[in-house]
């Protein structure tokens, strides 16, 4: 399906799941009222994808002045991965986070923004980061990243809305017992919503991002770091808006194994499985050593 099309159908879908919940919340009513406040945050959202997101997990963009070394190492590598993949250059951000993950956002090529936090830069290698990188870059380039941030914001709605419920809700409708129903199951509609979007488009971009950057061990290599990592660093931003979740890389909020219903992401393992075997198809031989010990101790960049 075309990404304009996907955006379509899922904001169609979001805002029918919205009316539902203010209906049983307060009938025609409030069905109308959610309707009236599902508008305006596709609008705003279509809008403003970009800063929604950027904003809610404190992101700092990167200066043409930027002083620190690496982060301007890192700048240059994305704008000419994003020449390499036929894209206009992105803004790019920085989180200040020890987890390693990084996302886009933006509602199309023009206005995309990448943004990577400061525990990818220490953790993984210049080849890896330029990996990961280009399966952002992917997502740019496939007109993801505004339905990802427009299904953040409207099911973050939902949830909102669903609590609200239990306070609120029309008790002739079933009383304290639907009310509750709702809170608990209509933000888990929303979520599924995203998920089913999510885990297809990770493979998609995975597959994308190895062809940008011309090697797919690079991009299998980050993700197996990057999967470790964000099992044992916080990220409080995204903790705080776990809607947001979906737009990562990885899964910020726990490392969770298996393609289930309930992940946002594909396992990692399935992922770094389809990246060896993209690898043969392309004739790309495997590195001496995919994981040098010494990476470490002589930082990224070295």
């Known amino acids: 399906m075309p990404g304009t099309m996907k955006t379509f159908v899922l904001l ?23 309707f009236a406040i599902a508008l305006m945050l596709n609008v705003y959202s279509w809008w403003n994808a970009d800063k929604i997101v950027l904003r809610m997990q404190g992101a700092r963009e990167i200066s043409p002045d930027e002083r620190s070394p690496i982060f301007r190492t890192f700048a240059n590598d994305t704008r000419a991965l994003a020449a390499h993949a036929g894209l206009p250059a992105p803004r790019i951000y920085i989180i200040d986070t020890p987890q390693p993950n990084a996302f886009a956002t933006g509602r199309n090529p023009k206005n995309a923004a ?24 992917a997502h740019v380039a496939h007109r993801d990243t505004l339905t990802m941030t427009v299904t953040a914001t409207l099911a973050g709605a939902i949830g909102m809305l669903a609590n609200f419920a239990i306070f609120f809700g029309d008790r002739s409708r079933g009383g304290i017992f ?42 299998a290599s980050a993700l197996e770091k990057i999967d470790r990592g964000a099992r044992s660093n916080l990220n409080q931003r995204a903790e705080a808006n776990p809607a947001m979740a ?14 289930n219903l309930f992940s946002t992401h594909p396992s990692t393992a ?22 040098p010990e010494t990476v470490t101790a002589r930082g990224p960049w070295g």
């Open 178 to 219: 639907t009310s509750i129903a709702i809170m608990i199951f209509a933000p888990m509609a929303a979520g599924l919503v995203q998920m089913a979007i999510s885990r297809s488009r990770e493979y998609e971009a995975d597959r994308r991002g190895a062809e940008i950057c011309g090697n797919p061990y690079w991009l």
């Open 246 to 259: 979906h737009v990562y890389i990885m899964n910020p909020l726990a490392g969770r194994k298996g393609d």
């Open 270 to 291: 399935n992922r770094v499985e389809a990246l060896h075997k993209l690898a043969m198809d392309m004739n790309v031989a495997p590195p001496e050593r995919l994981y």
């Open 12 to 34: 169609a879908a979001m805002t029918a799941l919205f009316m539902a919940v203010g209906y049983l919340v307060g009938g025609v009513v409030g069905m109308a009222i959610a």
């Open 114 to 137: 990448v943004c990577a936090t400061t525990g990818l830069l220490n953790t993984l290698t210049r080849e890896e980061v330029s990996g990961v990188m280009a399966h952002e870059l």
